[in-house]
């Protein structure tokens, strides 16, 4: 299967395909209508699923392989869970991509060549296409979202940094446990700048927070590796504006008479993710530190 098939996949999900209804939303006029079924609005959803020239494909398929109505959902993704349930077989499993595929050259073999392709010449392309892939699959390596090691007899913590947007707003958060039960999270505003600017300034507030609570040790955790080195001494830093920032980081972390920095995969920070992207709605120059401890929340805005 080519990487063209799965990009394609790829952005329909993200409901990107170029379907008249993105083409509509981008100033681009035409006649919005279905060029398959001639009937329904065109959309990434109606192109996939809903529409009639779609599901006399899939209804060729199932009978072909003796199977009973298995592409359905209300959304695209809940479509291709409820075929992945089907088989443990991995061909069968990649038939969905295959199919859109087919399916979206037969709409734009009639959009821009004025030729018509017919349900049942797209199932064949889609099952020729089946039988000639390889049998086995290369292995792919998947990497090993392993659970930190946290020394819990004094106090551990997790930064992020976010920079979305077009200029790009950034925002930091983060979180400091006391202990399983005490915790402070934050999320800052940080203005315009670039992903390393927020991830960096995460970092900088983190050990400020750690200092405005009186705390000498802290073992701290962040996803963004170049950071992390950059904290570590590992890595060397450049950029002028940077490195002030990360000189401020290597001040604040010469206080404290105990810190270490590690590294972690996204996964393992998604909820500090979160308040880093909330931090960028946040007046720059200014952050929210909540305190929950004993089922007690306590939350202040300061300048920082």
């Not at 050990?207 to 000498?216: E, G, I, P, Q, S």
Request: hydrophobic letters at 40%; aromatic letters at 12%; glycine letters at 6%.
């Amino acid at each position: 299967m080519s990487t063209k098939n799965k990009k394609f996949s790829w952005f329909l999900l993200s409901g990107k395909a170029l379907t008249w209804d993105v083409l509509c939303s981008r100033g681009r006029e035409g006649p919005g209508r279905c060029y398959l079924c001639k009937q329904s609005c065109e959309s990434n959803f109606h192109i996939a699923v809903e529409c009639p020239f779609t599901q006399a494909v899939w209804s060729i398929i199932e009978d072909h392989l003796k199977l009973n109505n298995l592409w359905y959902g209300e959304s695209l993704s809940v479509c291709f869970k409820n075929w992945c349930f089907i088989s443990d077989v991995v061909l069968i499993k990649s038939l969905p991509i295959i199919v859109l595929w087919f399916t979206w050259r037969a709409r734009n073999r009639f959009c821009f060549e004025d030729l018509v392709t017919t349900p049942a010449q797209v199932s064949s392309y889609s099952l020729g296409m089946i039988k000639n892939l390889p049998q086995s699959l290369p292995v792919v390596s998947i990497r090993s979202i392993f659970v930190e090691d946290i020394d819990k007899t004094y106090a551990w913590g997790y930064f992020d940094g976010s920079a979305a947007g077009d200029p790009m707003i950034c925002g930091a958060g983060g979180v400091l446990f006391i202990s399983d039960i005490h915790y402070v999270t934050f999320k800052a505003g940080l203005g315009l700048g670039t992903n390393n600017y927020a991830e960096l300034c995460a970092l900088k507030l983190h050990l400020r927070l750690t200092r405005k609570l009186n705390l000498d040790k802290i073992q701290v955790f962040g996803d963004s590796q170049l950071v992390i080195h950059l904290a570590t001494g590992k890595y060397r830093l450049l950029n002028t504006e940077l490195a002030m920032i990360l000189q401020d980081v290597h001040c604040l972390a010469d206080i404290l008479a105990n810190v270490s920095f590690k590294h972690i995969y996204r996964e393992r920070n998604f909820k500090v993710d979160t308040l880093a992207k909330a931090g960028g709605s946040i007046i720059e120059g200014s952050w929210s530190i909540c305190e929950q401890k004993d089922a007690t929340m306590v939350e202040t805005f300061q300048v920082f």
